[in-house]
Antibody
Framework: ELVESGGRSVQPGGSLRLSCVAS????????LNWVRQAPGKGLEWISY????????HYSESVKGRFTISRDNAKNSLYLQMSSLRAEDTAVYFC????????????????WGQGTLVAVSS | EIVLTQTPLSSPVTLGQAASISCRSS???????????LSWLQQRPGQPPRLLIY???NRLSGVPDRFSGSGAGTEFTLTISRVEAEDVGVYYC?????????FGPGTKVEIK
């Protein structure tokens, strides 16, 4: 199971830290992602982190403003968000990739319920 | 960035009938390891997305066999052989061959 938290209402230009806590599987063995969904819109992948944090990727829309990290000892994934804009308003999901014999494994095989971030003055 | 296009964007179907959704990629999704990282996800109303199919045609454990995926290269299809009421929702294709990972715009499946 994946459970996100930390979402709330914040003013433009503000910062926020989202968390995702995992249970029921070996957290350290899985690459992880953040995906968001603006109200009434489709899915947007925004960030990826490998098992050891060696490899990290961001979408252009959040690069330089958001930072993904993980703590394998705490079974936790984080998203530090800064310089928030109205267009960052969305439900933020964490999702894992399941390892397999292929390069990327089974991508996005388990999702959390999401946490809502609302950026507004 | 790889752009995924889905057709149709809306699909009213009769219960028990088949539904097909197409996904076209702006470039080949074949990775250097020979695999094609094209997945299909379902999002029911008010729910988080759920992975149905990965690597074009592999069903995740627990996914009914009325869901099937096919295709190659840049053209892919999700088929629901006999639509049931619980299949109502939005279906997304997604590519993980190249970062940034991208999703199609989604196809809304509803019952006529």
């Amino acid at each position: 199971e994946l459970v996100e938290s930390g979402g709330r209402s914040v003013q433009p230009g503000g910062s926020l830290r989202l968390s995702c806590v995992a249970s029921g599987f070996t957290f350290a063995s899985h690459n992880l992602n953040w995906v968001r969904q603006a109200p009434g819109k489709g899915l947007e992948w925004i960030s990826y982190i490998s098992t050891t944090s060696y490899t990290i990727h961001y979408s252009e829309s959040v690069k330089g403003r958001f930072t993904i990290s993980r703590d394998n000892a705490k079974n936790s994934l984080y998203l530090q968000m800064s310089s928030l804009r109205a267009e960052d308003t969305a439900v933020y999901f964490c999702a894992r990739d399941r390892p397999s014999f292929t390069t990327f494994g089974v991508v996005l095989d388990l999702w959390g319920q999401g946490t809502l971030v609302a950026v507004s003055s | 960035e790889i752009v995924l296009t889905q057709t149709p964007l809306s699909s009213p179907v009769t219960l028990g009938q088949a539904a097909s959704i197409s996904c076209r990629s702006s470039q080949s999704l074949v990775y250097s390891d020979g695999k094609t990282y094209l997945s299909w996800l379902q999002q029911r109303p008010g729910q988080p997305p759920r992975l149905l199919i990965y690597e074009i045609s592999n069903r995740l454990s627990g996914v009914p066999d009325r869901f099937s995926g096919s295709g190659a290269g840049t053209e892919f299809t999700l088929t629901i052989s006999r639509v049931e009421a619980e299949d109502v929702g939005v279906y997304y294709c997604m590519q993980a061959t190249q970062f940034p990972r991208t999703f199609g715009p989604g196809t809304k499946v509803e019952i006529k």
